[in-house]
């Protein structure tokens, strides 16, 4: 690791800000040009922006007519939502990403470096710090006075001072950068971990002496000099607590040993499996499940460095590519989410369908090494969008709202925030949501939600163009949520809420 970490706090201004703007434009054309099939999307001719107020059909409340799509940047939202705060970008043409929560705090990544909110007052939430360490997407997550940060993007070397390179460079650097957040305003870049394909995602895995993290990468491109196939399993970083900058890759289990689905011809339109691009765990139960572009996985976790599949699925109709996985509380059904057209398409429309774009339903049947996954149903959300406008299943977390019932948050980009039940796995249904009109109206696009949670009572939205979104829930089937207080949330590391 080398170089230094710059924090930039919220009323700093100069020169130096604007040399980092320009950089970060330039910066994301390459980081993003991953085709058609990948988990991030590639900019082309989408542009982040704001547009002017037009009118659309809605209803009292704000809530939208039937078959209407809002207005140019219109906020249209169900009369069960109501939004409390927005954040909005330093720099809107840099792309936010993932969030992640600790006490009173949310950490919220962007392809420049992440940002800390105070959240202690959900309807005034303050910027704390910015810092600036490039290198996308910057998927996050927080254990203690730990942030662990991906870099999933060809850069000249680990610091944060680096820049972009071909990703043919054999000098290429990708992987995990770790930082020391005890003090909030000026976080410390104290190890970096190099990982076979780079970090497109991590996931936490706690234990009592030391921090494991699943790193999920997959090799969009066999030319790639660390992505040679086969890339068939994932990195395991291991990290002491007591010693993190001791932090290293200590294990490469290989998941797909028959290499995977093998995508086109053989499957028209699905992605061939050279990795995986997102994991949660469920510690509480050792279980974990995977989303790996062509196959969804359920894998035992007894044995953090030995991670063992169960069952593994395929969906070669309707899924493009496997992207995220959420269990419900009582770890009998599993959400996973199909990322067609890398986030930058515009799927959510009449052309597209119910079923593709969409989440795909599983329960797990039987027990132990016997279990399996068995697919019930698709939910996508129920409004159309603009053709103009990026939308697909996208990151979300449980409302825990207990009693055996499952509903869960989660983002679909420009399609914003949808609020859904599944508790009968055959029959999903959307009860709240909250969106903005098309960022752009005479071409496609590049914004809306990226990831949306709840914690501790809120609804946090981390959208790439317009910042930070705080939204509250009023709604009967979800008001016990409110009750239950977390201490952290790194949504892939699903808690045991009580």
């Known amino acids: 690791m080398g170089g230094t970490v710059t924090s930039l706090h919220t009323r700093r201004a100069g020169n130096r800000r604007v040399g980092v703007v320009v950089a970060a434009a330039g910066l994301l054309t390459t980081l993003l040009a991953a085709g058609p099939a990948a988990a991030t999307p590639d900019p082309g001719d989408l542009t982040p922006g704001h547009g002017n107020h037009q009118s659309a059909g809605i209803l009292e409340g704000g809530e939208l007519a039937p078959g ?5 940047d219109e906020i249209v939202h169900s009369a069960n939502i109501k939004p409390l705060a927005n954040i909005p970008s330093t720099d809107p043409t840099v792309i936010n990403s993932d969030l992640a929560f600790q006490g ?7 392809y420049n470096g992440f940002t800390i909110y105070d959240i202690a007052n959900p309807k005034a939430p303050k910027k704390v710090t910015e810092v600036l360490c490039p290198g996308g997407q910057n998927d996050i997550s927080v254990d203690g006075d730990l942030l662990f940060l991906s870099t999933d993007s060809s850069r000249s070397d680990d610091s944060c001072n680096s820049v972009s390179q071909p990703a043919t460079e054999k000098s290429s650097w990708e992987g995990i950068k770790i930082f020391d957040i005890k003090d909030k305003k000026n976080p410390r870049y104290i ?4 990982t076979a394909c780079g970090s497109h995602t991590h996931t936490l895995v706690p234990g009592r002496k030391d921090i494991y993290l699943y790193v999920s990468s997959y090799s969009p491109n066999e030319a790639f000099p660390d992505c040679k196939p086969p890339h068939d399993g994932i990195s395991v970083v291991k990290v002491p607590k007591k010693s993190p900058t001791n932090a290293a890759v200590v294990a490469f289990p290989v998941l797909f040993p028959d290499g995977g689905n093998p995508g086109a011809p053989t499957n028209p339109g699905v992605s061939k499996t050279t990795g995986c691009h997102d994991i949660t765990v469920l510690p509480s139960k050792d279980l974990a499940a995977g989303a790996c572009m062509g196959d969804g996985i359920l894998f035992d976790i ?9 069952d593994r699925v395929q969906d070669n109709v309707n899924f493009a590519f496997w992207h995220s996985a959420t269990f419900n509380e009582r770890a009998n059904k599993v959400v996973f989410t199909d990322e067609l057209g890398g986030g930058g398409g515009a799927t959510c429309n009449e052309a597209t369908g119910p079923n593709r774009g969409a989440d795909g339903i599983y329960d797990i049947t039987g027990r132990g090494d016997q279990r399996k996954l068995a697919f019930r149903s698709y939910f996508k959300i129920p409004r159309h ?4 406008e990026n939308c697909v299943a996208h990151n979300g977390s449980l409302v825990p709202v207990g009693g055996g019932r499952d509903i869960m948050v989660q983002a679909w980009y420009q399609g914003g925030v949808s609020v859904w039940e599944f508790t009968d796995s055959a029959r999903p249904r959307e009860i709240a949501y909250f969106e903005r009109g098309p960022l752009t109206t005479d071409r496609l696009g590049l914004g809306g939600s990226w990831s949306a949670y709840y914690y501790n009572g809120h609804i946090y939205s981390n959208d790439i163009a317009k910042g930070l979104d705080v939204l509250r829930l009023d709604d009967r089937r979800t008001d016990s949520a409110k009750r239950v207080r977390m201490d952290r949330l790194n949504v892939q590391t699903q808690p045991e809420y009580r």
């Open 385 to 388: 969008q603009a053709d103009t």
């Open 191 to 194: 190890k970096s971990v190099e």
């Open 68 to 72: 209407t799509i809002p207005g140019q």
């Open 302 to 310: 007894s044995r953090p460095e030995q991670p063992r599949v169960i």
């Open 104 to 110: 009173r705090y949310a950490y919220a990544g962007n």
